[in-house]
Structure formats: structure tokens, C-alpha cells
């Protein structure tokens, strides 16, 4: 019985056995960490893009103080020509 219990190739249908019972459940876990992975590359994409919108809206404070300037000129002139007109 002893040797029967240790003969090679019933280690081998053994082997076969468990491979046969895990597989599909090693599968399954591959598609799901390919999936997981496939989510956190589309968020760390998104992370990027967000931090590089970021930094150019901080680059661009010049632009918007000189949108303010303009724009207070401009209110300016337009209560001149309200207030000239005014007089007539």
C-alpha cells in the first residue's frame, strides 16, 4: 500500500487534480487584477491631467490680473461716458 500511495504518477494525477480544481479560480482572479488595473491607470490618468490644469491656472495669474485691469479700465470709462452724458 505504501508503495502504491508514493508511485510517481499517482503524484502526478494528484498534481493534475489540484491544478484542474484551482485554474479557474486563479483565472478569475487574473481578470479581475487586470481589471483593477485597467481602473487605477484610467484614475491616475485622470490625477495627472487634473495636477497639469492645475499648475497652468497658476501660471496663468498674469493673464487673469491683466483680464482685472482691463476690465476696471474699461467700467471706468463707461461711468465717464454715463456721467458726461448725464450733462448734456
Not at 14 to 33: F, G, I, N, Y
Request: aromatic share 10%.
Amino acid at each position: 500500500m505504501y508503495v502504491l500511495a508514493n508511485e510517481p504518477s499517482v503524484a502526478l494525477y494528484r498534481l493534475q487534480e489540484h491544478v484542474r480544481r484551482s485554474l479557474p479560480e486563479l483565472v478569475q482572479h487574473k481578470t479581475d487584477m487586470q481589471s483593477w488595473e485597467e481602473q487605477s491607470q484610467g484614475a491616475i490618468y485622470s490625477v495627472e491631467y487634473a495636477c497639469s490644469a492645475v499648475k497652468g491656472m497658476t501660471n496663468s495669474s498674469f493673464y487673469f490680473k491683466s483680464i482685472d485691469g482691463l476690465l476696471r479700465q474699461a467700467i471706468g470709462l463707461k461711468d465717464s461716458i454715463n456721467s458726461s452724458q448725464g450733462r448734456r
